[in-house]
Nanobody
């Protein structure tokens, strides 16, 4: 399984971006998916995840602003990011974890830059 993240870029504070992560192969429906980010000089942190049943979980810092969703038919997970601020500056990564075998897959990062 390969994960391909896209959608990062430069946005003004208060703006929005939507990240996408497309998975190759045919096991996407067995993967719990998550978005993580690594702010400059900091450790990687969980942003949001969604399990195979569609249950979501968010970091407190993004609740009410970010929405994670998945489209199993397209083997893609999305992260809609609204009301972006400088604290959202980071490289964003998607991760998939097989619900049975616990195998983890990581996508390459996509950079989000929020200008004030």
């Amino acid at each position: 399984v390969q994960l391909q993240a896209s959608g990062g870029g430069l946005v003004q504070a208060g703006g929005s971006l939507r990240l996408s992560c497309a998975a190759s192969g045919s096991i996407f429906s067995f993967l719990s998916m998550g978005w993580y980010r690594r702010p400059p000089g900091k450790q990687r942190e969980l942003v949001a995840n969604i399990n195979t049943g569609g249950t979501t979980n968010y970091a407190d810092s993004v609740k009410g602003r970010f929405t994670i969703s998945r489209d199993n038919a397209k083997s893609t997970v999305y992260l809609q990011m609204n009301s972006l601020n400088s604290e959202d500056n980071a490289v964003y990564y998607c991760k998939g974890k097989h619900r049975i075998y616990s195998t983890e897959y990581w996508g390459q990062g996509t950079l989000v830059t929020v200008s004030s």
